[in-house]
């Protein structure tokens, strides 16, 4: 988790290296949709990026679990354009994720594009074009740095295909994001430590909302934790229910519609939840009791890999506080075959 910035290099560098090639496939494919597809932690990562190609790119984009995109082809509305498919996977070896990207191109055609960190991988050598981060690498079971590398790299490959688009200064990144986990990592570690919380909920919306997924996951697998992501607003449909004294509620706040969700928390605040909050910029609000500042500088769709070491840290702790290993906790491995 501590050295996740120096796979952020590595994940600039590939994108660089292979732009005129990105941008080739971009343009002659002059796709209508875009389709990305993954497992576990790479489906959140899918999550993300989707709704990024179709907020930053305009074209239609949807996210699927590669089983999804397997067992339930008919889920996906047909398309009279041409689709790029993109297949996320740290492995690049994970079953479904294969069988998927192979049956979807049999029936539809056109190129994949895979994002991972092995070139080897079966994944990686079947691709039309692949981003692999091979400094994403690590030797847990659960994704941290590698999530980081190929959440980067897929940003980057959005920011590449803009008009005129320019990928994040690699040092100012890097600095940052070292800055943040100094500033922050006593935080994470007071509050993964605290026995007294024992529900977490990770609230995002718009393009935070696969960040929210991501982070709970890597709560729930590290620390075997009771764990789950919403959307902001949909919180207070019922999930709200379960906040008590007991209850750490994550809030990736927004700019576009941050009165909303602050009037979430508010309410949740009443409940007895402890609120963190991970704001661009400081809010001040008294329904927050913890805040971390982001100070970016970067636009929104170019941030969100800043989210990730504090809350990693937070489920390492949490892990560790609950007497398990964050690096191979229980019925957890490393690839999942079908
Ligand atoms: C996908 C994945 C991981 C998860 C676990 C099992 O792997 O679901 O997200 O943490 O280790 O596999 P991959 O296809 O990204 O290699």
Redesign the pocket.
């Known amino acids: 988790i501590l050295t996740q910035t120096e796979a952020w290099r590595g994940a600039l560098r590939v994108v660089q290296e292979k732009q005129a090639a990105l941008l080739q496939l971009w343009r002659e494919g002059a796709f209508s949709d875009v389709l990305v597809t993954?497992?576990?932690?790479?489906?959140y990562l899918s999550l993300i990026l989707a709704p990024l190609f179709q907020s930053q790119l305009g074209v239609r984009a949807r996210a699927l679990p590669a089983s999804e995109l397997l067992l339930y082809p008919e889920t996906l509305l047909p398309t009279t354009g041409r689709t790029l498919l993109i297949a996320?996977?740290?492995?690049?070896?994970?079953s479904e994720?294969i069988q998927a990207v192979r049956v979807y191109r049999e029936r539809n055609g056109g190129p994949m594009l895979h994002i991972?960190c092995y070139p080897e991988a079966e994944l990686a050598q079947i691709a039309d074009l692949a981003l692999v981060v091979p400094e994403g690498r690590e030797e847990s079971?659960?994704?941290t740095r590698?999530f980081s590398a190929m959440l980067l790299a897929g940003q980057a490959l959005v920011a590449t295909l803009q008009d005129g688009g320019t990928l994040p200064a690699t040092q100012p990144l890097i600095e940052r994001g070292e800055q943040l986990i100094a500033s922050y990592h006593e935080l994470a570690r007071h509050l993964g430590h605290n026995p007294e919380f024992g529900r977490f909920y990770f609230l995002g919306s718009g393009l935070r909302y696969g960040m929210a997924c991501e982070v709970s996951?890597k709560m729930k697998?590290m620390s075997l934790s009771f764990s789950e992501p919403f959307h902001c607003m949909e919180f207070r449909h019922g999930p709200m229910s379960m906040v008590n004294e007991h209850t750490l509620v994550v809030c990736l706040l927004s700019e576009q519609a941050r009165e909303y969700e602050l009037a979430v928390l508010r309410d949740l605040k009443a409940l007895g939840g402890h609120i963190l909050v991970l704001s661009e910029q400081k809010v001040n609000d008294p329904a927050i009791d913890e805040q971390i500042i982001l100070a970016s500088g970067l636009p929104e769709s170019q941030r969100t890999v800043f989210y990730l070491p504090i809350l990693q840290l937070l489920g390492y702790y949490r892990a560790l506080t609950n007497g398990q290993d964050p690096d191979h906790p229980h019925n957890?491995?490393?690839?999942?075959v079908l």
């Open positions: 993954g497992c576990g932690s790479t489906y996320v996977s740290r492995s690049g070896t994970t994720t991972g079971v659960v994704q590698s996951l697998e957890l491995t490393a690839v999942v």
